[in-house]
């Protein structure tokens, strides 16, 4: 039985194996347009949409980063943008998945020992310390992760992940929190400093990776950037997000969370009805449940994107449906990003915020 850990990295390696096609179709669409000038250039821009939505979340942020100077680039300055592209993609495609570097902090030497060899056997390369001293000296921009108790004998890992937040260069680092008094109020607090998830002690190893590599995979992971204002403060232009999910339970999840960030909320629970609201009212991004009754997410996808004014709104499919074949279906339709069930709500709202950064 494939494990969640093995099943993650499937997905990546899905996603790199299938940059061969739309490698293939870059260097074509380049020579077109290296022929006459003009030709070639919508299929690149087109290429370049799709990449700039995929490339981090899958932890390839320089795909993203050359996918975005495409976007920008001038008639004349495509050329060459497209041609960086090309060997960022070639890059990664015939590359593996690359390792990151994880620090964990905790003071109990036994936990601190199964953290690491957990980590240490998916092939990351894990930094110990027993402190909140040891972890300040030990921290740096190349780590990739933190995982971190709550209690440790010289501070509060609370007091130390607002410090980090504080700090320009590790505002978006993931940081997974973990502590064997995980109380509700604690869980909660944790959150709302800026963790990406909480971990109960004594801890399942598979459960644990998944935190983990869930919080590398976000677009949080990808670099450093400003925290994100507080959902309490007002932001200059709340966003219209389409929901179309027919779950009540994970359809309630989402849009609160979504309406704790400020954005105003449309919700539809099939596909039909989606599409109606797609049509009617001003959207900013669009958040799709695959297997819905009627008309399935993939369909609503479709004939979203055959509307003038959904070309270049960005799709987040929402699903538990992870094979390759649905990968790859969703992205030929046009979908930015593919986040799977069950989700972490920070991942989302991670997911939500870089997706319309990047609109």
């Known amino acids: 039985m494939t494990t969640p850990v093995a099943h993650m990295r499937e997905l990546r390696a899905t996603y790199r194996h299938g940059l061969g096609s739309v490698l293939e179709a870059l260097r074509i669409a380049a020579a077109s347009l290296a022929a006459d000038g003009t030709n070639g250039a919508d299929s690149i821009r087109r290429l370049a949409h799709q990449l700039n939505g ?28 497209v041609e960086e592209l090309i060997a960022v993609v070639a890059d990664v495609a015939a590359g593996g998945e690359p390792a990151a570097t994880i620090l964990v902090v905790d003071d109990d030497p036994t ?16 930094r110990c310390a027993g402190s909140v001293e040891a972890a300040t000296q030990l921290l740096e921009p190349g780590v990739s992760a933190i995982v971190l108790d709550l209690f440790l004998s010289d501070g509060d890992g609370r007091r130390f992940l607002l410090d980090l937040r504080s700090q320009p260069a590790f505002a978006r680092l993931p940081v997974i929190m973990i502590s064997a ?12 400093l800026g ?20 919080a590398l995979a976000s677009p949080g992971a990808a ?11 007002a932001s200059a232009e709340p966003a219209s997000i389409l929901v179309a999910e027919d779950d009540e339970l994970t359809a309630a999840l989402v849009v609160d969370r979504l309406d704790r960030e400020g954005h105003r909320v449309v919700h539809r629970r099939d596909g039909a009805a989606a599409l109606e609201a797609a049509r009617n009212e001003p959207v900013s991004l669009a ?26 709104v960005p799709v987040l499919m929402l699903t538990s449906m992870g094979g390759e074949h649905d990968v790859v279906r969703g992205f030929s ?17 991670a997911r939500v915020r870089r997706l319309l950064e990047r609109s």
């Open 181 to 192: 008094r995980g109380t509700d109020l604690a869980r909660a607090e944790c959150r709302a």
């Open 111 to 126: 936990v601190r020992h199964l953290l690491e060899a957990t980590l240490a056997a998916r092939g990351h390369e894990v």
């Open 54 to 81: 995929s490339g981090a979340s899958y932890g390839f942020p320089e795909i993203t980063d050359r996918a975005s100077s495409v976007l920008a680039a001038s008639g004349d300055e495509l050329a060459h943008g």
């Open 223 to 233: 670099g450093p950037a400003p925290q994100p204002a507080p959902a309490t403060a």
């Open 287 to 312: 958040i799709l449940d695959v297997k819905m009754p009627g008309m399935d997410g993939f369909e609503v996808l479709g004939r979203l994107r055959e509307l003038e004014s959904f070309q270049s």
């Open 195 to 214: 963790a990406d998830a909480f971990i109960d002690k004594p801890f399942d190893p598979a459960e644990f990776a998944v935190a983990v590599e869930g």
């Open 333 to 349: 339709l046009g979908a930015d990003d593919y986040i799977l069930k069950p989700f972490s709500p920070g991942e989302l709202t």
